[in-house]
């Protein structure tokens, strides 16, 4: 049947060819690349492309985009009224239309000037929005690709920016040639980079005839990136240039400019071939002999810059710094903690950038503003900060998606600024929603999830703990804050009713791009009500298989102390560089008990636990090109109970499978080890196994690869690898023989050795919406390797089948044939 599928698919593929849309004697560009040398980023240079090839279909001479471009492109000059091909003449009619409208409403408002201001903000949003589909073409048009037409005289300029870009990176005598080769009217150019032999610096001078300024550079030379014996790069050069204007304005040259450094690159010094010498020189101010240090003679705060009022304003002095305001709201000495900027210093550009980083850190102004006098001889730094609003609330209400199903929410935050008038915080935050959910012990039942939760935190802006004065302040660039918080959660449920009081004390800090929060004191008392069928369940699991789902559900008293770091060097996530992003955890569970047994719990029927656990969690953005993402993760983690009951708090063990980890396994579904689950009841419908219980396990271990390509407008398309599975310390019993058990076990305990032959690997493809307010994910994940099969049948890629019947035959003549079902998943925001 596939080659009819073909046969019915060549017409539409047929219309989305190029070289179709070309008129006379033009040619399509068809491919582009670059052949270098391994030392010249291929990247880089492709990057320098004057003329882009339209995008296909994989590696198939079908350019999708052009097409859809050309039938907006059609539509756009006649009278046609669809959303993705709308003409011309129908966006300048509803263009008009909806400035009558808008005009009607302004026009009712009568002097109302906040409504008025609110309606023409609104009218101007629509009509640019038309504005630009008139000018820019229909939405077709703009998802879609104009036909490539080769130029000659684009590919000249980009090898004139080719070998631009080799003379800049000290290729002096680099050269780039190009091969072109035509097939049915179709253009591929080859790009061939011959840099040659680079030059390397040999000398660097400097010229400086303020010895001041010649000092600062001396004592900071280890940190230039410029020196002997470097390849030549023009960006160094720049970048040089820019640390030198940042070092000065960072020991007291306030009117310090970049324009007073140059650079002399001499290619003849000495004579010797490929080398050169660079002569840094940096000239003095025109009406002075040197350049001038300004130390700061006063500082002035103004908490409430723009506020007015008929009160006169009061000054007020705390160590050296003068505060100005209407009424004393805010507590001077925290404010001193995040001004890095004091009498008699020297000015520092990095200290005046910090002091408003971590003023405006404090969420209670709307915006920080510094600027420094230097009129009348003297030089005063003016800190004025505009308070935001004393009360805030927002709510919010949606869909969120759990384990892959959709349910509505409503939340609502109220907010407190300034509660104690030492800028601390008061938040209240309450959620109500409906999710659906999959059973905790079946793979067909989907739930409605009711869940209510409230939680009321205070956040001060400093460590709770005893400081000195001194240690204060040098902690305030780093952001310090302590949270307090408490908080109540309710789940109904079918199968269970569960509520949840939560208890926690969280110090945070952040040093430069690194994150740091230690939980010193998270505190839990959980207590459920179960459904008798259910409990019945879930002791039967516990004793067949081992899995201890139902400790998740015994009153308990869980009390922590987690210490984590997040580091996000350059911005994880966006698509301007590659990007990476790093978060381990520390935990330690009931350590106090090992001193006293907290009787106070037991007598109330609450049982504790004593354990550490530790994860890790990598990720990292890699832009091959313009549209195109290589996204990869890897997931580790290891949980050890050491309490009397040897086992974990459920909400501490580790689950694998699901649409944040391996999407060829239903959620919580995959492990553990080896051990297979139990046999399906109805194949045709089911496979082989029934995924009906969760798989806790105490060892962790994923990775993903994953390649994200744009296809068109806020469409992405992906394909990925996943690889992982959970393990025990200790081996389950093996369950009891019977008609729905496997006959070959497996192993749940974690083997250095051969851990890898127990990895489940799935692969599969999907599509992302990329919205402006969130990006929705559609994957379809499909088993490789299935580590729950007997040894020798584990490669189950080739029994993938998208729907049933999945296995042959009937309970009373036996099952064979049996495939594996297409796992498909929807998630909120990308996976890693």
């Given at each position: 049947m596939c080659w009819v599928y073909c046969v019915c698919l060549l017409p539409v593929l047929s219309g989305c060819v190029g070289a179709r849309y070309l008129k006379g004697n033009q040619k399509l560009l068809y491919r582009q690349s670059v052949k270098a040398p391994k030392e010249i980023s291929s990247t880089n240079l492709s990057n320098l492309y004057t003329q882009e090839a339209n995008r296909r279909i994989l590696f198939l001479p079908f350019n999708y985009l052009v097409g859809l471009h050309s039938w907006g492109k059609k539509n756009f000059n006649d009278s046609s009224r669809h959303l993705l091909f709308r003409s011309k003449a129908r966006l300048i009619m509803g263009r008009d239309k909806v400035a009558r409208k808008f005009d009607k409403k302004i026009a009712a408002a009568k002097e109302n000037t906040k409504r008025i201001s609110a309606l023409q903000f609104r009218k101007q949003e629509k009509v640019n929005a038309f504005n630009n589909k008139i000018e820019n073409g229909n939405m077709a048009m703009q998802w879609g690709e104009p036909v490539s037409v080769f130029d000659t005289a684009q590919v000249s300029a980009t090898v004139s920016k080719m070998n631009s870009y080799l003379f800049n990176k000290g290729y002096f005598l680099g050269r780039t040639t190009t091969r072109l080769a035509e097939y049915r009217r179709r253009v591929s150019v080859?790009?061939?980079?011959?840099?040659?032999?680079?030059?390397?610096?040999?000398?660097?001078?400097?010229?400086?005839?303020?010895?001041?300024?010649?000092?600062?550079?001396?004592?900071?030379?280890?940190?230039?990136?410029?020196?002997k014996g470097d390849q030549y790069d023009q960006d160094k050069i720049s970048q040089e240039r820019e640390r030198i204007d940042l070092l000065l304005k960072d020991n007291g040259y306030y009117d310090f400019s970049r324009q007073y450094v140059d650079f002399d690159v001499d290619t003849s010094l000495y004579g010797i071939p490929h080398k050169v010498g660079v002569l840094l020189s940096i000239e003095n101010p025109a009406r002075r002999d040197h350049h001038k240090v300004f130390r700061v003679d006063s500082v002035l705060m103004v908490p409430d810059a723009d506020l007015k009022s008929n009160r006169k304003r009061i000054t007020k002095t705390y160590h050296n710094i003068t505060y100005s305001y209407f009424k004393d709201y805010y507590s001077e000495r925290i404010l001193n903690q995040r001004i890095f900027i004091s009498k008699d210093s020297i000015y520092s550009r990095t200290n005046t950038f910090n002091t408003q980083k971590q003023l405006a850190n404090l969420d209670n102004f709307k915006f920080v503003n510094i600027n420094y006098d230097t009129s009348g001889g003297r030089f005063i730094a003016n800190v004025y900060a505009s308070p935001l609003d004393r009360y805030s609330m927002s709510h919010e209400g949606g869909v969120t998606v759990t384990q892959g199903f959709p349910g509505p929410y409503y939340s609502l935050n109220l907010k407190k600024r300034n509660i104690f008038r030492g800028l601390e915080n008061f938040e209240l935050n309450g959620r109500f929603g409906f999710e659906g959910v999959a059973s905790a012990t079946g793979t067909k039942n989907i739930y409605k999830s009711t869940e209510i939760n409230g939680n009321a935190s205070i956040i001060f802006p400093q460590f709770l703990i005893p400081f000195s004065g001194q240690a204060t302040n040098r902690w305030g660039k780093y952001n310090p804050k302590t949270r307090l918080s408490s908080g109540y959660t309710y789940t109904n449920r079918p199968e269970y009713q569960r509520s949840a009081v939560n208890v926690s004390g969280i110090y945070s800090w952040e040093r430069k791009r690194v994150s740091y929060s230690l939980t010193a004191v998270n505190m839990n008392i959980i207590r459920s009500r179960l459904d008798p069928v259910f409990r019945g369940q879930l002791d039967t699991l516990q004793l067949q298989q081992g899995n201890n789902l139902i400790n998740s559900f015994n009153p308990s008293l869980v009390t922590s102390t987690i210490f984590s770091v997040q580091w996000n060097p350059n911005n994880y996530g966006n698509l301007e560089r590659s990007s990476l992003y790093l978060r381990g955890t520390i935990e330690a569970g009931g350590t106090l008990f090992n001193l006293f047994e907290p009787t106070i719990a037991t007598k109330r029927g609450l049982q504790y636990y004593k354990y550490v656990r530790a994860s890790l969690d990598i990720r990292r953005n890699e832009i091959i090109r313009k549209n195109t993402v290589i996204a990869y993760r890897i997931n580790t983690g290891v949980a050890y109970s050491y309490s009397d009951n040897k086992t974990l708090p459920y909400e501490k063990f580790f689950f694998a499978g699901g649409s944040n980890g391996v999407r060829a396994w239903r959620p919580r579904r995959l492990g553990v080890g080896s051990q297979p689950p139990?046999?399906?009841?109805?194949?045709?419908?089911?496979?082989?196994?029934?995924?009906?219980?969760?798989?806790?396990?105490?060892?962790?271990?994923?990775?993903?690869?994953?390649?994200?390509?744009?296809?068109?407008?806020?469409?992405?398309?992906?394909?990925?690898?996943?690889?992982?599975?959970?393990?025990?310390?200790?081996?389950?019993?093996?369950?009891?023989?019977?008609?729905?058990?496997?006959?070959?076990?497996?192993?749940?305990?974690?083997?250095?050795?051969?851990?890898?032959?127990?990895?489940?690997?799935?692969?599969?493809?999907?599509?992302?919406?990329?919205?402006?307010?969130?990006?929705?994910?559609?994957?379809?994940?499909?088993?490789?390797?299935?580590?729950?099969?007997?040894?020798?049948?584990?490669?189950?890629?080739?029994?993938?089948?998208?729907?049933?019947?999945?296995?042959?035959?009937?309970?009373?003549?036996?099952?064979?044939?049996?495939?594996?079902?297409?796992?498909?998943?929807?998630?909120?925001?990308?996976?890693?």
């Amino acid at each position: 049947m596939c080659w009819v599928y073909c046969v019915c698919l060549l017409p539409v593929l047929s219309g989305c060819v190029g070289a179709r849309y070309l008129k006379g004697n033009q040619k399509l560009l068809y491919r582009q690349s670059v052949k270098a040398p391994k030392e010249i980023s291929s990247t880089n240079l492709s990057n320098l492309y004057t003329q882009e090839a339209n995008r296909r279909i994989l590696f198939l001479p079908f350019n999708y985009l052009v097409g859809l471009h050309s039938w907006g492109k059609k539509n756009f000059n006649d009278s046609s009224r669809h959303l993705l091909f709308r003409s011309k003449a129908r966006l300048i009619m509803g263009r008009d239309k909806v400035a009558r409208k808008f005009d009607k409403k302004i026009a009712a408002a009568k002097e109302n000037t906040k409504r008025i201001s609110a309606l023409q903000f609104r009218k101007q949003e629509k009509v640019n929005a038309f504005n630009n589909k008139i000018e820019n073409g229909n939405m077709a048009m703009q998802w879609g690709e104009p036909v490539s037409v080769f130029d000659t005289a684009q590919v000249s300029a980009t090898v004139s920016k080719m070998n631009s870009y080799l003379f800049n990176k000290g290729y002096f005598l680099g050269r780039t040639t190009t091969r072109l080769a035509e097939y049915r009217r179709r253009v591929s150019v080859t790009y061939i980079v011959t840099p040659n032999a680079p030059y390397i610096i040999d000398s660097v001078f400097l010229d400086i005839p303020d010895t001041a300024v010649a000092h600062v550079l001396n004592k900071h030379k280890a940190e230039s990136k410029i020196k002997k014996g470097d390849q030549y790069d023009q960006d160094k050069i720049s970048q040089e240039r820019e640390r030198i204007d940042l070092l000065l304005k960072d020991n007291g040259y306030y009117d310090f400019s970049r324009q007073y450094v140059d650079f002399d690159v001499d290619t003849s010094l000495y004579g010797i071939p490929h080398k050169v010498g660079v002569l840094l020189s940096i000239e003095n101010p025109a009406r002075r002999d040197h350049h001038k240090v300004f130390r700061v003679d006063s500082v002035l705060m103004v908490p409430d810059a723009d506020l007015k009022s008929n009160r006169k304003r009061i000054t007020k002095t705390y160590h050296n710094i003068t505060y100005s305001y209407f009424k004393d709201y805010y507590s001077e000495r925290i404010l001193n903690q995040r001004i890095f900027i004091s009498k008699d210093s020297i000015y520092s550009r990095t200290n005046t950038f910090n002091t408003q980083k971590q003023l405006a850190n404090l969420d209670n102004f709307k915006f920080v503003n510094i600027n420094y006098d230097t009129s009348g001889g003297r030089f005063i730094a003016n800190v004025y900060a505009s308070p935001l609003d004393r009360y805030s609330m927002s709510h919010e209400g949606g869909v969120t998606v759990t384990q892959g199903f959709p349910g509505p929410y409503y939340s609502l935050n109220l907010k407190k600024r300034n509660i104690f008038r030492g800028l601390e915080n008061f938040e209240l935050n309450g959620r109500f929603g409906f999710e659906g959910v999959a059973s905790a012990t079946g793979t067909k039942n989907i739930y409605k999830s009711t869940e209510i939760n409230g939680n009321a935190s205070i956040i001060f802006p400093q460590f709770l703990i005893p400081f000195s004065g001194q240690a204060t302040n040098r902690w305030g660039k780093y952001n310090p804050k302590t949270r307090l918080s408490s908080g109540y959660t309710y789940t109904n449920r079918p199968e269970y009713q569960r509520s949840a009081v939560n208890v926690s004390g969280i110090y945070s800090w952040e040093r430069k791009r690194v994150s740091y929060s230690l939980t010193a004191v998270n505190m839990n008392i959980i207590r459920s009500r179960l459904d008798p069928v259910f409990r019945g369940q879930l002791d039967t699991l516990q004793l067949q298989q081992g899995n201890n789902l139902i400790n998740s559900f015994n009153p308990s008293l869980v009390t922590s102390t987690i210490f984590s770091v997040q580091w996000n060097p350059n911005n994880y996530g966006n698509l301007e560089r590659s990007s990476l992003y790093l978060r381990g955890t520390i935990e330690a569970g009931g350590t106090l008990f090992n001193l006293f047994e907290p009787t106070i719990a037991t007598k109330r029927g609450l049982q504790y636990y004593k354990y550490v656990r530790a994860s890790l969690d990598i990720r990292r953005n890699e832009i091959i090109r313009k549209n195109t993402v290589i996204a990869y993760r890897i997931n580790t983690g290891v949980a050890y109970s050491y309490s009397d009951n040897k086992t974990l708090p459920y909400e501490k063990f580790f689950f694998a499978g699901g649409s944040n980890g391996v999407r060829a396994w239903r959620p919580r579904r995959l492990g553990v080890g080896s051990q297979p689950p139990v046999l399906s009841k109805d194949p045709v419908k089911d496979g082989l196994f029934d995924y009906q219980f969760e798989k806790p396990g105490e060892i962790l271990l994923e990775g993903s690869i994953e390649v994200r390509h744009k296809l068109f407008g806020f469409v992405n398309g992906a394909i990925f690898l996943d690889a992982g599975n959970v393990w025990s310390f200790k081996q389950a019993p093996q369950p009891t023989p019977g008609e729905y058990v496997a006959e070959w076990g497996g192993d749940t305990k974690f083997y250095a050795k051969d851990f890898y032959k127990q990895l489940g690997v799935g692969t599969g493809f999907g599509l992302r919406f990329d919205f402006s307010f969130l990006v929705l994910r559609l994957d379809m994940g499909m088993k490789v390797y299935d580590p729950a099969q007997p040894e020798g049948s584990r490669f189950v890629l080739d029994k993938v089948k998208f729907f049933n019947p999945f296995a042959k035959g009937t309970k009373e003549t036996g099952y064979y044939d049996y495939k594996e079902p297409v796992i498909f998943n929807v998630g909120i925001g990308y996976p890693f």
